[in-house]
Nanobody, 125 residues
Framework: QVKLVESGGGSVQSGGSLRLSCEGIGRALSSFTMGWFRQAPGKEREFVAAISYHATVTRYAPSVKARFAISRDSVKNVIYLQMNSLKAEDTAVYYC??????????????????WGQGTEVTVSS
């Protein structure tokens, strides 16, 4: 069992940057494949990025590749999502998720076992 707590959301202008954090409480996040997902108003939840438990494999949605970077700090037990060159279409609630399936990094939210409460990101054009 692990509790995930996101932070770092906010409002930013187009072209700006934000760094989201996801803190794990109760268990080491190094036990999990970790992912970030987002849900925009009126849209379905979509995959953003994921990182393997050993941090050697990352995967990104095509819409954010080269702009976003996922990383993990095992000492602090935190996962980060650095978001650069933000666009209005990045506006969404961002969720951190943990998967017990460590053999692969998958973009399917159904493969994730634990979810945070979300942090809101608003990008104005």
């Amino acid at each position: 069992q692990v509790k995930l707590v996101e932070s770092g959301g906010g409002s930013v202008q187009s072209g700006g940057s934000l760094r989201l954090s996801c803190e794990g409480i109760g268990r080491a996040l190094s036990s999990f494949t970790m992912g970030w997902f987002r849900q925009a108003p009126g849209k379905e939840r979509e995959f953003v990025a994921a990182i393997s438990y050993h941090a050697t494999v990352t995967r990104y949605a095509p819409s954010v590749k080269a702009r976003f970077a996922i990383s993990r700090d095992s000492v602090k037990n935190v996962i980060y999502l650095q978001m650069n060159s933000l666009k209005a279409e990045d506006t969404a609630v961002y969720y951190c998720a943990a998967s017990l399936r460590t053999e692969t990094v998958v973009p399917d939210g159904r493969s994730y076992d634990y979810w945070g409460q979300g942090t809101e990101v608003t990008v104005s054009s």
